[in-house]
Nanobody
Framework: QMQPVESGGASVQSGGSLRLSCTFS????????RAWFRQAPGNGREGISC????????TYQDSVKGRFTISRDDAKNMVYLEMNSLKPEDTAIYYC???????????????????WGPGTQVTVSS
């Protein structure tokens, strides 16, 4: 079974930056989109960014648009999330996932496949 493993989370001050990384162990994720989700304390898990297969077209939730950048390296089976201008409301556990679509159209967050990884904690203080 495909198992993502996230890393790179830390405690930073407001305005700071972090780069999250994710690798997928087990079965290769294949020719599918990749995505990042997050779960803030007391909230459900939400999809925040997605990157399509091949052409690397990206999409972002409005709350992170312009501050976060998703990228992928298929040779290494890795996906990344560059986070800038961090805010306290970005505090959450961040998870990566494979999306069983080639692109990130429509409700891509409903098409996640595989087990959730352990996530990586991001804490932003004001």
């Amino acid at each position: 079974q495909m198992q993502p493993v996230e890393s790179g989370g830390a405690s930073v001050q407001s305005g700071g930056s972090l780069r999250l990384s994710c690798t997928f162990s087990g079965v290769n994720g294949g020719d599918f989109a990749r995505a990042w989700f997050r779960q803030a304390p007391g909230n459900g898990r939400e999809g925040i960014s997605c990157i399509s297969f091949s052409v690397g077209k990206t999409t972002y939730q409005d709350s992170v648009k312009g501050r976060f950048t998703i990228s992928r390296d298929d040779a290494k089976n890795m996906v990344y999330l560059e986070m800038n201008s961090l805010k306290p409301e970005d505090t959450a556990i961040y998870y990566c996932a494979v999306i069983t679509r080639i692109d990130c159209s429509g409700s891509w967050w409903d098409h996640r496949v595989g087990a959730w990884g352990p996530g990586t904690q991001v804490t932003v203080s004001s």
